[in-house]
């Protein structure tokens, strides 16, 4: 039986910006889940024989020789266990930039490939195996399929692709994506087609043909959030198994919070909810706090005060105290604030779609500062 483990989209270099000052920690995550997949493959009881990587390796053409030194090691230790290594470049690590790193041959013992018609041939676990890999190139082989088909010699068929099939209903279309087609990778009639580019995983029936993408190594933002895989593939004959087994170092979570019918009666109550119910220091968690709310909230505040729980915390305030108990007593006084409230209710009881949700945010803030001017 041969065994391949499949990854794509591991963007090691990837700057986190995103997560603030925890960024730098949040960067060795990157190295850290790679280096998970190549002790797996290292691992004798798990009788790996060829690492296949679809592309994006590196967030950028030309990375430091700090991450290519990094690389370069853990492809001596997959060497030194007899783990075949095949890659072909992405599009942030794109084979059309000259400074490419796979154009500069530092990469030993990785084979990489860049035409769809030289496949890689080796024996592997005494079965012919043939390795296809393009390197996109805008305007060079946008039609690899249309000419393409497998050598016809028994053994196990694998194409490897950094492209799109379909797209995720958060991507545009982009000029330097690879376009595929299902029906084209149907009548490729490889056995299997180990894909990267879309960060969340999927399989795709095409034909007798199996697509995958595993996903990325590690959630680059809350579009991906939970597990991050790699897929073992176990080929029994020439038919594909696949297993996705979990790796990423941290977590990114997206959790909606109800705070309506919580026995909540001030910010504090608000934080203690949060901390006693939802704290997990080790991951990266964004909260949309939702419901009936009968007190404005100060995010930055409440953030901040939830800093131990989280390692890196997002939050959005969704809810609405349009019927909080303060609001409505408001709206009967003859003050400058019942008539602030009286004019925003009104206004949102006809509004609609971004509008409403502008005018209640209006409210949330002029209620806060009048609680702050005369609490």
């Known amino acids: 039986m041969v065994r391949i483990v499949h990854i794509a989209d591991v963007h090691l270099g990837y700057q986190c910006k995103n997560v603030g000052d925890k960024s730098t920690g949040r960067e060795q995550d990157f190295l850290h889940s790679f280096q998970h997949v190549v002790d797996y493959c290292c691992d004798p009881a798990n009788h790996v024989d060829a690492l296949v990587i679809a592309g994006d390796l590196f967030d950028m053409a030309d990375p430091p020789s700090s991450l290519v030194g990094f690389v370069q090691r853990t492809l001596s230790s997959l060497r030194q266990h007899g783990i075949l290594v095949v890659a072909v470049p992405g599009t942030h690590d794109a084979y059309g930039y000259k400074s490419c790193v796979y154009r500069k041959g530092q990469l030993e013992g990785m084979h990489i490939l860049t035409s769809f018609n030289e496949p890689l041939i080796r024996e592997v676990s005494g079965e012919k195996v043939f390795f296809y890999g393009a390197a996109y190139i805008p305007g060079g082989n946008e039609t690899l399929f249309e000419?393409?088909?497998?050598?016809?010699?028994?053994?196990?068929?694998?194409?490897?692709?950094?492209?799109?099939?379909?797209?995720?209903?958060?991507?545009e279309r982009r000029g330097?994506?690879?376009?595929?087609e299902e029906h084209d990778i149907a009548r490729s009639h490889l056995d299997y087609v180990a894909l990267g580019h879309f960060?969340?995983?999927?399989?795709?029936?095409?034909?007798?043909?199996?697509?995958?993408?595993p996903g990325s190594l590690e959630g680059r933002d809350f579009s991906e959030s939970g597990e991050r895989y790699?897929?073992?593939?176990?080929?029994?004959?020439?038919?594909?198994?696949?297993?996705?087994?979990?790796?990423?170092?941290?977590?990114?979570?997206?959790?909606?919070?109800n705070l309506e019918n919580q026995p909540l009666e001030s910010v504090s109550d608000v934080i203690d909810h949060i901390a006693r119910n939802y704290r997990d220091p080790a991951?990266?968690?964004?909260?949309?706090?939702?419901g009936r709310c009968q007190f404005p909230l100060d995010l930055e505040y409440v953030r901040q005060a939830l800093g131990d729980s989280f390692f890196y915390l997002q939050l959005k305030d969704s809810t609405t105290i349009v019927d909080s108990t303060i609001v409505s007593s408001w709206k009967e006084e003859r003050t400058i604030r019942g008539m602030y409230v009286t004019t925003l209710l009104r206004k949102i009881a006809?509004?609609?779609g971004e509008e409403k949700a502008i005018l209640e945010e209006a409210l949330k803030i002029g209620v806060a500062s009048f609680m702050e001017a005369s609490p």
């Open 147 to 171: 000419s393409f088909s497998p050598f016809q010699e028994e053994g196990i068929h694998i194409g490897i692709i950094h492209g799109s099939v379909g797209l995720p209903a958060h991507w």
């Open 176 to 180: 330097q994506d690879f376009q595929l």
């Open 199 to 213: 960060h969340n995983f999927k399989q795709i029936q095409c034909g007798t043909t199996l697509a995958v993408y």
């Open 230 to 257: 790699m897929v073992v593939v176990d080929f029994r004959g020439k038919t594909p198994h696949i297993t996705p087994i979990a790796v990423n170092t941290r977590t990114v979570k997206a959790i909606d919070i």
């Open 350 to 352: 006809q509004a609609q």
């Open 283 to 290: 991951s990266i968690v964004s909260l949309n706090l939702q």
